[in-house]
């Protein structure tokens, strides 16, 4: 079983910043890529950055050069760091880890997702 927690979310002013945190326990072998999504009210949720194990990122233009997404593997932890925050990045953030447990099964999992709101 692997547990993941989400943390950083709130409310910011348009322009401002936040950090997202997405820490993972339980039975780990080691997770190969991480990413964020987002769900906004009304629409469908979609992919915001992913980083591969070996670091390689993607962003898709509406982040990018905003967003910057990291990990740090001996925490089992993925980042992701938002800046020039604007009002349609209000959403429910989530993280999705693809984790290769101890059994050597490779499963997904997702955060149970974490408010951000911008707003003046």
């Known amino acids: 079983q692997v547990q993941l927690v989400e943390s950083g979310g709130g409310l910011v002013q348009p322009g401002g910043s936040l950090t997202l945190s997405c820490a993972a326990s339980?039975?780990?072998?080691?997770?190969?890529?991480m990413g964020w999504y987002r769900q906004a009210p009304g629409k469908e949720r979609e992919l915001v950055a992913a980083?591969?194990?070996?670091?390689?990122?993607n962003y898709p233009d509406s982040v990018k050069g905003r967003f910057t997404i990291s990990r740090d593997n001996a925490k089992n932890t993925v980042y992701l760091r938002m800046n020039s925050l604007k009002p349609e990045d209000t959403a429910v953030y989530y993280c999705?880890?693809?984790?290769?447990?101890?059994?050597?099964?490779?499963?997904?999992?997702w955060g149970k997702g974490i408010l951000v709101t911008v707003s003046s």
């Open positions: 980083i591969t194990l070996g670091g390689s990122t």
């Open positions: 999705k880890l693809v984790v290769r447990t101890i059994a050597r099964v490779v499963v997904d999992y």
């Open positions: 339980g039975s780990i072998f080691n997770i190969n890529d």
